[in-house]
């Protein structure tokens, strides 16, 4: 049973500053790529950045100059620094990662349960 979860989101002002974790837990052999991906109120869930396991980074054109993903891969845990935070990147943070378990030969995608940052003064 392998699980994910996230952490880090708030309440921040315009022009803030957070950052968010996500810690893998249980039977892992590997992982793949991590990723990160948000949903605001009334949309589709969107990428927002990526990181493979050779440290290779992909970004949302959104995003890109404001945040920064990194992985730690002793810890299983992947990382979102956002800065010069706006309106509208409120939304619910949800982390990926594809992850080779105990049970099978191959990577399967796993998702946190997301975690809230909401950008309003």
């Known amino acids: 049973q392998v699980q994910l979860v996230e952490s880090g989101g708030g309440l921040v002002q315009p022009g803030g500053s957070l950052r968010l974790s996500c810690a893998a837990s249980?039977?892992?052999?590997?992982?793949?790529?991590m990723g990160w991906y948000r949903q605001a109120p009334g949309k589709e869930r969107e990428l927002v950045a990526t990181?493979?396991?050779?440290?290779?980074?992909n970004y949302a054109d959104s995003v890109k100059g404001r945040f920064t993903i990194s992985r730690d891969n002793a810890k299983n845990t992947v990382y979102l620094q956002m800065n010069s935070l706006r309106p509208e990147d409120t939304a619910v943070y949800y982390c990926?990662?594809?992850?080779?378990?105990?049970?099978?030969?191959?990577?399967?995608?796993?998702w946190g349960k997301g975690t809230l940052v909401t950008v309003s003064s």
């Open positions: 249980g039977s892992i052999f590997s992982i793949n790529a």
């Open positions: 990181i493979t396991s050779g440290g290779s980074t």
């Open positions: 990926k990662m594809g992850i080779i378990d105990g049970s099978d030969y191959y990577a399967k995608a796993y």
